[in-house]
Protein backbone atom coordinates (compact mmCIF):
# COMPACT_ATOMS: atom_id res chain seq x y z
CA UNK A 1 0.00 0.00 0.00
CA UNK A 2 3.04 2.53 0.89
CA UNK A 3 4.62 1.67 -2.15
CA UNK A 4 1.71 2.30 -4.65
CA UNK A 5 0.90 5.46 -2.22
CA UNK A 6 5.00 6.91 -3.07
CA UNK A 7 4.39 5.91 -7.02
CA UNK A 8 1.53 7.83 -7.10
CA UNK A 9 3.26 10.47 -5.85
CA UNK A 10 6.64 10.18 -7.80
CA UNK A 11 3.80 10.41 -10.75
CA UNK A 12 2.78 13.60 -9.86
CA UNK A 13 4.07 17.30 -10.85
CA UNK A 14 6.42 18.87 -8.59
CA UNK A 15 5.45 22.10 -6.92
CA UNK A 16 8.93 23.54 -6.90
CA UNK A 17 8.86 22.16 -10.66
CA UNK A 18 5.10 22.81 -11.92
CA UNK A 19 3.85 26.27 -12.41
CA UNK A 20 0.09 26.60 -13.21
CA UNK A 21 -1.48 28.20 -16.53
CA UNK A 22 -3.07 31.21 -16.24
CA UNK A 23 -7.16 31.20 -17.12
CA UNK A 24 -8.38 33.34 -19.83
CA UNK A 25 -9.83 35.81 -17.57
CA UNK A 26 -6.25 36.29 -15.92
CA UNK A 27 -4.80 36.87 -19.08
CA UNK A 28 -7.13 39.27 -19.95
CA UNK A 29 -6.81 40.94 -16.75
CA UNK A 30 -3.13 41.38 -17.06
CA UNK A 31 -3.22 42.79 -20.84
CA UNK A 32 -6.45 45.23 -19.50
CA UNK A 33 -3.59 47.02 -17.06
CA UNK A 34 -0.69 46.70 -19.50
CA UNK A 35 -2.84 48.53 -21.97
CA UNK A 36 -4.05 51.12 -19.36
CA UNK A 37 -0.36 51.71 -18.48
CA UNK A 38 0.85 52.02 -22.37
CA UNK A 39 -2.06 54.66 -22.60
CA UNK A 40 -1.98 56.10 -18.96
CA UNK A 41 0.31 59.37 -20.18
CA UNK A 42 -2.43 59.61 -23.37
CA UNK A 43 -5.42 60.75 -22.14
CA UNK A 44 -4.86 64.06 -22.63
CA UNK A 45 -4.02 63.76 -26.31
CA UNK A 46 -5.00 65.87 -29.18
CA UNK A 47 -7.73 67.88 -26.55
CA UNK A 48 -6.86 70.93 -28.46
CA UNK A 49 -6.64 69.63 -31.73
CA UNK A 50 -9.17 72.04 -34.36
CA UNK A 51 -11.63 70.44 -35.97
CA UNK A 52 -10.38 72.70 -39.20
CA UNK A 53 -6.71 71.23 -38.34
CA UNK A 54 -3.64 72.43 -40.62
CA UNK A 55 -0.43 70.15 -41.52
CA UNK A 56 1.08 72.76 -38.55
CA UNK A 57 -1.64 71.31 -36.37
CA UNK A 58 -0.98 67.56 -37.21
CA UNK A 59 2.83 68.14 -36.45
CA UNK A 60 2.47 69.83 -33.15
CA UNK A 61 0.02 66.33 -32.71
CA UNK A 62 2.69 63.99 -33.81
CA UNK A 63 4.83 66.15 -31.49
CA UNK A 64 2.91 65.63 -28.61
CA UNK A 65 2.38 62.26 -29.03
CA UNK A 66 6.06 61.25 -29.17
CA UNK A 67 6.74 63.48 -26.31
CA UNK A 68 3.86 61.53 -23.89
CA UNK A 69 4.84 58.07 -25.21
CA UNK A 70 8.32 59.46 -24.63
CA UNK A 71 9.51 56.81 -27.37
CA UNK A 72 7.33 57.21 -29.77
CA UNK A 73 4.36 54.60 -30.89
CA UNK A 74 4.70 51.11 -29.61
CA UNK A 75 1.59 49.35 -29.63
CA UNK A 76 -1.56 49.03 -31.25
CA UNK A 77 -3.49 50.75 -28.91
CA UNK A 78 -1.17 53.98 -28.45
CA UNK A 79 -1.44 54.73 -32.26
CA UNK A 80 -5.40 54.06 -31.81
CA UNK A 81 -5.59 56.66 -29.12
CA UNK A 82 -3.52 58.95 -31.37
CA UNK A 83 -6.10 57.98 -34.64
CA UNK A 84 -9.08 58.85 -32.33
CA UNK A 85 -7.22 62.44 -31.55
CA UNK A 86 -6.79 62.93 -35.27
CA UNK A 87 -10.23 62.31 -36.11
CA UNK A 88 -11.31 65.19 -34.45
CA UNK A 89 -10.73 66.91 -37.47
CA UNK A 90 -11.79 65.89 -41.13
CA UNK A 91 -8.59 66.94 -42.52
CA UNK A 92 -6.25 65.54 -40.42
CA UNK A 93 -8.42 62.37 -40.80
CA UNK A 94 -8.15 62.56 -44.36
CA UNK A 95 -4.22 62.94 -44.49
CA UNK A 96 -4.55 60.14 -41.94
CA UNK A 97 -6.59 57.50 -44.11
CA UNK A 98 -4.30 58.77 -47.16
CA UNK A 99 -1.38 57.59 -45.18
CA UNK A 100 -2.54 54.39 -44.12
CA UNK A 101 -3.34 53.40 -47.88
CA UNK A 102 0.21 53.71 -48.51
CA UNK A 103 2.20 50.24 -49.29
CA UNK A 104 5.07 50.94 -47.59
CA UNK A 105 3.13 51.96 -44.13
CA UNK A 106 0.30 49.29 -45.20
CA UNK A 107 3.49 46.43 -44.99
CA UNK A 108 4.49 47.49 -41.72
CA UNK A 109 1.48 47.77 -40.03
CA UNK A 110 -0.09 44.30 -41.08
CA UNK A 111 3.28 42.61 -40.05
CA UNK A 112 2.58 44.30 -36.40
CA UNK A 113 -0.69 43.31 -36.38
CA UNK A 114 -0.20 39.50 -37.30
CA UNK A 115 1.88 39.53 -34.36
CA UNK A 116 -1.06 41.29 -31.85
CA UNK A 117 -3.48 38.27 -33.61
CA UNK A 118 -1.20 35.78 -32.47
CA UNK A 119 -1.33 37.65 -28.95
CA UNK A 120 -4.96 37.62 -28.87
CA UNK A 121 -5.36 34.01 -29.71
CA UNK A 122 -2.82 32.87 -26.96
CA UNK A 123 -5.12 35.39 -24.43
CA UNK A 124 -8.37 33.57 -25.49
CA UNK A 125 -6.83 30.04 -24.68
CA UNK A 126 -7.58 29.30 -21.06
CA UNK A 127 -4.38 27.51 -19.64
CA UNK A 128 -5.68 27.28 -15.96
CA UNK A 129 -5.53 22.92 -15.80
CA UNK A 130 -2.09 23.39 -18.15
CA UNK A 131 1.31 24.22 -17.26
CA UNK A 132 3.04 27.90 -17.38
CA UNK A 133 3.09 29.24 -20.62
CA UNK A 134 4.73 32.28 -21.56
CA UNK A 135 2.67 34.72 -23.60
CA UNK A 136 4.07 35.29 -27.29
CA UNK A 137 4.96 39.34 -27.67
CA UNK A 138 2.98 41.44 -29.09
CA UNK A 139 3.33 43.24 -32.24
CA UNK A 140 5.87 46.36 -32.38
CA UNK A 141 4.23 48.88 -34.22
CA UNK A 142 7.64 51.46 -33.87
CA UNK A 143 8.96 51.14 -37.56
CA UNK A 144 4.97 51.47 -38.45
CA UNK A 145 5.21 54.63 -36.69
CA UNK A 146 8.29 55.88 -38.32
CA UNK A 147 6.71 55.26 -41.69
CA UNK A 148 3.68 56.35 -40.84
CA UNK A 149 4.42 59.70 -39.42
CA UNK A 150 6.94 60.96 -42.72
CA UNK A 151 4.25 60.09 -44.36
CA UNK A 152 1.14 61.35 -42.34
CA UNK A 153 3.26 64.99 -42.36
CA UNK A 154 4.52 64.71 -45.58
CA UNK A 155 8.29 64.90 -44.91
CA UNK A 156 8.70 61.79 -46.81
CA UNK A 157 6.95 60.85 -49.18
CA UNK A 158 8.93 57.91 -50.91
CA UNK A 159 10.08 55.95 -47.54
CA UNK A 160 13.89 54.07 -47.42
CA UNK A 161 12.35 50.58 -48.48
CA UNK A 162 10.24 52.35 -51.49
CA UNK A 163 13.47 53.49 -52.61
CA UNK A 164 15.34 50.87 -52.24
CA UNK A 165 12.83 48.29 -54.19
CA UNK A 166 13.01 51.05 -57.14
CA UNK A 167 16.39 50.63 -57.18
CA UNK A 168 17.48 46.83 -56.55
CA UNK A 169 13.61 45.44 -57.88
CA UNK A 170 13.78 43.09 -61.26
CA UNK A 171 10.52 41.66 -62.32
CA UNK A 172 12.71 38.29 -63.61
CA UNK A 173 13.70 38.19 -59.94
CA UNK A 174 10.39 38.73 -58.01
CA UNK A 175 10.27 35.53 -55.71
CA UNK A 176 6.14 35.83 -56.25
CA UNK A 177 4.45 32.71 -55.03
CA UNK A 178 7.84 30.19 -55.05
CA UNK A 179 8.71 28.48 -52.28
CA UNK A 180 12.20 30.32 -50.14
CA UNK A 181 14.45 27.80 -51.06
CA UNK A 182 13.84 27.44 -54.62
CA UNK A 183 13.33 30.99 -55.22
CA UNK A 184 17.05 31.46 -54.05
CA UNK A 185 18.32 28.20 -55.92
CA UNK A 186 16.80 29.25 -58.98
CA UNK A 187 18.01 32.95 -58.95
CA UNK A 188 20.99 33.53 -56.96
CA UNK A 189 22.90 29.84 -56.85
CA UNK A 190 22.50 29.75 -60.19
CA UNK A 191 24.03 32.90 -61.54
CA UNK A 192 26.58 32.30 -58.05
CA UNK A 193 27.59 28.72 -59.96
CA UNK A 194 27.60 30.52 -63.42
CA UNK A 195 30.30 33.52 -61.99
CA UNK A 196 32.28 30.77 -60.14
CA UNK A 197 32.73 28.76 -63.55
CA UNK A 198 34.32 31.64 -65.28
CA UNK A 199 37.66 31.91 -65.29
CA UNK A 200 37.91 36.01 -65.34
CA UNK A 201 35.57 35.98 -62.10
CA UNK A 202 38.03 37.10 -59.02
CA UNK A 203 36.54 34.73 -56.50
CA UNK A 204 40.09 34.50 -54.47
CA UNK A 205 39.36 39.11 -54.17
CA UNK A 206 38.09 39.51 -50.32
CA UNK A 207 36.65 43.09 -51.73
CA UNK A 208 34.89 41.04 -54.86
CA UNK A 209 33.59 38.51 -52.20
CA UNK A 210 32.34 41.31 -50.46
CA UNK A 211 30.75 43.31 -52.96
CA UNK A 212 28.71 40.30 -54.65
CA UNK A 213 27.54 39.67 -50.86
CA UNK A 214 25.95 43.08 -50.56
CA UNK A 215 24.50 43.16 -53.90
CA UNK A 216 22.68 39.38 -53.54
CA UNK A 217 21.09 40.88 -49.80
CA UNK A 218 19.99 43.80 -51.48
CA UNK A 219 18.44 41.95 -53.66
CA UNK A 220 16.75 39.51 -52.10
CA UNK A 221 15.56 41.81 -49.51
CA UNK A 222 13.88 44.07 -52.15
CA UNK A 223 12.75 41.26 -54.34
CA UNK A 224 11.30 38.64 -51.70
CA UNK A 225 7.52 38.35 -51.07
CA UNK A 226 5.80 41.45 -49.38
CA UNK A 227 5.24 39.24 -46.59
CA UNK A 228 7.89 38.42 -46.00
CA UNK A 229 9.87 41.63 -46.41
CA UNK A 230 7.42 43.05 -43.88
CA UNK A 231 7.97 40.13 -41.42
CA UNK A 232 11.85 41.06 -42.17
CA UNK A 233 11.84 44.90 -41.22
CA UNK A 234 9.99 44.44 -37.84
CA UNK A 235 11.60 41.63 -36.46
CA UNK A 236 13.43 42.14 -33.21
CA UNK A 237 16.19 40.55 -34.05
CA UNK A 238 16.79 39.88 -37.83
CA UNK A 239 15.41 43.81 -38.56
CA UNK A 240 19.25 45.27 -37.31
CA UNK A 241 20.68 43.02 -40.51
CA UNK A 242 19.22 45.21 -42.96
CA UNK A 243 19.38 48.93 -41.28
CA UNK A 244 19.12 51.42 -44.18
CA UNK A 245 22.29 53.59 -43.62
CA UNK A 246 24.64 50.30 -43.84
CA UNK A 247 22.71 49.05 -46.99
CA UNK A 248 26.29 49.35 -48.63
CA UNK A 249 27.34 46.51 -45.72
CA UNK A 250 24.53 44.10 -45.71
CA UNK A 251 25.73 40.50 -45.26
CA UNK A 252 24.11 38.01 -47.94
CA UNK A 253 24.39 34.92 -45.83
CA UNK A 254 23.25 36.49 -42.90
CA UNK A 255 20.49 37.78 -44.51
CA UNK A 256 19.99 34.58 -46.54
CA UNK A 257 19.92 32.92 -42.94
CA UNK A 258 17.12 35.44 -41.34
CA UNK A 259 14.71 34.82 -44.10
CA UNK A 260 15.20 31.07 -44.35
CA UNK A 261 14.56 31.16 -40.22
CA UNK A 262 11.35 33.39 -40.67
CA UNK A 263 9.44 31.47 -44.05
CA UNK A 264 10.07 28.37 -42.30
CA UNK A 265 8.40 29.51 -38.80
CA UNK A 266 5.24 28.05 -37.71
CA UNK A 267 3.77 31.72 -37.25
CA UNK A 268 4.78 32.97 -41.17
CA UNK A 269 3.26 29.36 -42.37
CA UNK A 270 0.37 30.19 -40.81
CA UNK A 271 -0.50 33.65 -41.80
CA UNK A 272 0.86 32.44 -45.25
CA UNK A 273 -2.64 29.36 -45.30
CA UNK A 274 -5.13 32.25 -44.30
CA UNK A 275 -3.69 34.67 -47.12
CA UNK A 276 -4.15 31.99 -49.73
CA UNK A 277 -8.01 30.88 -47.82
CA UNK A 278 -8.68 34.67 -48.47
CA UNK A 279 -7.77 34.99 -51.96
CA UNK A 280 -9.44 32.12 -53.09
CA UNK A 281 -12.54 33.16 -51.15
CA UNK A 282 -11.84 36.30 -52.69
CA UNK A 283 -11.57 35.18 -56.34
CA UNK A 284 -14.69 32.93 -55.56
CA UNK A 285 -17.06 35.99 -54.58
CA UNK A 286 -15.09 38.11 -57.88
CA UNK A 287 -16.71 34.93 -60.17
CA UNK A 288 -20.16 34.90 -58.79
CA UNK A 289 -20.30 38.73 -59.24
CA UNK A 290 -19.07 38.08 -62.69
CA UNK A 291 -21.34 35.25 -63.56
CA UNK A 292 -24.56 37.15 -61.86
CA UNK A 293 -23.76 40.45 -63.79
CA UNK A 294 -23.47 38.33 -67.28
CA UNK A 295 -26.32 36.37 -66.45
CA UNK A 296 -28.74 39.25 -65.46
CA UNK A 297 -30.71 40.32 -67.71
CA UNK A 298 -29.77 43.80 -69.94
CA UNK A 299 -31.57 47.09 -69.47
CA UNK A 300 -32.05 47.11 -72.73
CA UNK A 301 -33.89 43.91 -73.37
CA UNK A 302 -36.10 44.90 -70.45
CA UNK A 303 -37.38 47.67 -72.70
CA UNK A 304 -37.76 46.21 -75.52
CA UNK A 305 -37.69 48.28 -79.08
CA UNK A 306 -39.62 51.38 -77.97
CA UNK A 307 -36.31 51.61 -75.93
CA UNK A 308 -36.80 52.29 -71.58
CA UNK A 309 -39.83 53.00 -70.33
CA UNK A 310 -40.24 55.68 -68.53
CA UNK A 311 -40.48 55.41 -64.55
CA UNK A 312 -42.43 58.28 -64.08
CA UNK A 313 -45.87 58.07 -63.15
CA UNK A 314 -48.64 59.73 -64.68
CA UNK A 315 -50.91 61.69 -62.49
CA UNK A 316 -54.30 61.11 -62.94
CA UNK A 317 -56.24 63.37 -60.82
CA UNK A 318 -54.67 66.38 -63.27
CA UNK A 319 -52.15 67.48 -61.27
CA UNK A 320 -53.69 68.36 -58.27
CA UNK A 321 -51.68 68.02 -54.89
CA UNK A 322 -54.30 68.69 -52.24
CA UNK A 323 -57.36 66.35 -51.10
CA UNK A 324 -60.10 68.95 -50.81
CA UNK A 325 -59.10 69.79 -54.48
CA UNK A 326 -60.49 66.10 -55.66
CA UNK A 327 -64.32 65.34 -56.39
CA UNK A 328 -65.94 62.73 -54.47
CA UNK A 329 -65.46 60.01 -57.09
CA UNK A 330 -61.65 60.62 -57.20
CA UNK A 331 -62.08 60.44 -53.26
CA UNK A 332 -63.78 57.57 -52.98
CA UNK A 333 -61.96 55.77 -55.64
CA UNK A 334 -58.39 56.65 -53.39
CA UNK A 335 -60.33 54.84 -50.13
CA UNK A 336 -61.27 51.74 -52.31
CA UNK A 337 -57.87 51.22 -52.91
CA UNK A 338 -56.41 52.13 -49.77
CA UNK A 339 -58.93 49.45 -48.39
CA UNK A 340 -57.77 46.45 -50.87
CA UNK A 341 -54.46 46.73 -50.02
CA UNK A 342 -55.36 47.01 -46.50
CA UNK A 343 -56.77 43.49 -47.37
CA UNK A 344 -54.16 41.98 -48.82
CA UNK A 345 -51.74 42.79 -46.31
CA UNK A 346 -53.98 40.68 -43.92
CA UNK A 347 -53.39 37.05 -43.73
CA UNK A 348 -56.53 34.62 -43.81
CA UNK A 349 -56.40 33.91 -40.82
CA UNK A 350 -56.38 36.97 -39.37
CA UNK A 351 -59.63 37.45 -41.51
CA UNK A 352 -61.51 34.32 -40.45
CA UNK A 353 -61.25 36.40 -36.77
CA UNK A 354 -62.61 39.19 -37.82
CA UNK A 355 -65.37 37.95 -39.30
CA UNK A 356 -66.00 35.78 -36.64
Known sequence: MMARMQERMAAMPSSTTFRRGLSRAEKLHEQTQLTRYECSNLLGLGD?????????????????CDKLTKTGVKSLEQFRAFEKAAYKSDASKARLEKAMRSKDVKTLFDAAMAKDQQADAFMMEDDYDREYRPAPPRGDFSKFWEAFRAEFLGEDPHTWTGIHRKKWQCPNKAQGERDFVEWVASVFQAQDTAENENRHTP??????????????????????????????????????????????????????????????????????????????????????????????????????????????????????????????????????????????????????????
Request: glycine share 2%.
Open 48 to 64: NHPANATPADDRKLVAQ
Open 203 to 356: TDDDEYRASQSMIQANMMVANCCPALHASLLSHPVYSKLVVPEQQHKWDGAKIYLALLDIEQSPAFRHAAGERKQLQASMSKSALAVQSFSQNSPKEGKRSGKKGKKSRKTENRFDNKTSRSQLTKEQQQSIANKKALIARSLVSPRCQEKAVR
